[in-house]
């Protein structure tokens, strides 16, 4: 894929990064990435810090004024968190979104763009192996399921890895089990599971053997609600997440996740970024791969975890570049 530089002289480039937020363990790495980066490269940065679109919750969306400065007439090229920023409306939206910034060269992170090269995570595939784990190493069959929202396309991704490994091991699959699509929160956590064990009654163990949440956020929301219960992790339930936060690796039993590489997320977008300014050829679509990581709140003991971290797979198909100092 290749996009027309805007570059009319030269020196370094200075390009800008759309981000919904600094504040968490997500979005910290991934600017992390883009800063070390740009840095290393002697590029200038302007990161324009706003919210979610539509964000109806307070005056959150007053904050989205910071995208409309990221037009000025010295930027460059643009990297954009586009699944964090989209993250609450339809992928026309959030594609409509992004067509104001034509024709300024651009990388997407975490979501496919029309004709935009993007950054993705392998978010299926470790869904996968964090469901086969439960199901081969632990024997749980009963595995309910937190889901994300709506219209966030790795919210889907990982709840359709849910359905599939349920299909795959001949497990039926249960309704009662999965939760509506619910926020990236704590409170979503705790709100599915009153609707699981307060609302349909279910019962921890045999109605239910694991609780998988489509993220860490949700599972530590979770994790609250079942000690309101009177409920154990891992003994009653087990219970496991994606994102491998900072609170994840320092809870009681800590928990097992799935660790996406955002730090190289930030990294490779500005390479990215930078080979279209130099005119050079970048792929449509470059994937990186998650880890399992395995910890006591599935059900593993301190034996079993030994080695259990795979090293992250290099990313598959690498962006061509001609940029010297690759």
Known sequence: ????????????????????????????AIWQGVIETTEK?????????????????????????????????????????ASSIGGLVSQDDINAFHRHYQPLPTVSIALPLPDIPA??????????????????????????????????????????????????????????LVSPSLAWSRNAGRQAVQLLFEERALRAGS?????????????????????????????????VGVNDNRESRVSTPPLTSVALPYRELGQMA??????????????????????????QSCGCADADLEGAAVPPAPPVNPPVSTCAGR
Do not use: C
Request: glycine share 10%.
């Open 270 to 295: 500005v390479e990215t970024l930078l080979t279209l300014l130099d005119g050079g050829q970048v792929n449509a679509f470059t994937t990186l791969d998650a880890r399992l990581t395995l910890r």
């Open 119 to 176: 950054l993705m995570l392998d978010g299926y595939q470790g869904m996968r192996e964090l469901l086969v784990h439960l199901i081969e190493a632990h024997g749980y069959h009963r595995l309910a399921f937190i889901r994300g929202p709506e219209t966030h396309y790795y919210a889907q991704e990982r709840y359709r890895a849910y359905v599939d490994v349920l299909a795959d091991y001949s497990i039926p699959f249960d309704p009662r």
């Open 41 to 81: 490269r002697g590029a200038g940065l302007f990161t324009f810090v706003g919210g979610f679109l539509r964000d109806a919750e307070g005056f959150a969306a007053q904050s989205n004024i910071a995208y409309s400065l990221a037009t000025a007439p010295k930027l460059e090229g643009l990297i954009t968190w």
């Open 207 to 239: 109605d239910v053997q694991a609780l998988v949440a489509a993220s860490d956020w949700q599972a530590h929301g979770a994790w609250s609600a079942l000690q309101a219960y009177g409920l154990r992790v891992p003994e009653d339930v087990a219970l």
């Open 1 to 28: 894929m290749r996009q027309v530089s805007r570059r009319t002289y030269d020196g370094p480039p200075t390009i800008g990064y759309l981000t919904s937020g600094i504040g968490d363990d997500i979005s910290r």
